[in-house]
Nanobody, 124 residues
Framework: QVQLVESGGGLVQAGGSLRLSCATS????????MGWFRQAPGKDREFVAG????????SYADSAKGRVTISRDNAKNTVYLLMNSLKPEDTAAYYC?????????????????WGQGTQVSVSS
């Protein structure tokens, strides 16, 4: 059983930056593709970014490209999401997720484990 704990959320002004972390335990971290998703009130959960087990492959939602960087440290069993140039529309609960099989996916249904989420609020 893989457990995931997100941290790093908070309140930030538009244009600011945040780095989210997701610490994992259980399982073999490098064998999981990892993803970050977000969910705003009244909206569906949406993909933000994904990274393969080795860290060599990354993918991003169009809304995240150029502003967001996903990375992982397999020695620390942790995945990160660096977000720059934040906008009020980035306000959401952010979740990390783990997917067996080394590759990430943009589909939430393909992930096996989820964290509890961390809130990001961006003020204008």
């Amino acid at each position: 059983q893989v457990q995931l704990v997100e941290s790093g959320g908070g309140l930030v002004q538009a244009g600011g930056s945040l780095r989210l972390s997701c610490a994992t335990s259980g399982g073999t971290f490098s064998s999981y593709g990892m993803g970050w998703f977000r969910q705003a009130p009244g909206k569906d959960r949406e993909f933000v970014a994904g990274v393969s087990g080795s860290g060599s492959r990354t993918s991003y939602a169009d809304s995240a490209k150029g502003r967001v960087t996903i990375s992982r440290d397999n020695a620390k069993n942790t995945v990160y999401l660096l977000m720059n140039s934040l906008k009020p529309e980035d306000t959401a609960a952010y979740y990390c997720a783990a997917r067996r099989g080394f590759l990430s996916s943009s589909y939430a249904s393909e992930y096996d484990y989820w964290g509890q989420g961390t809130q990001v609020s961006v003020s204008s």
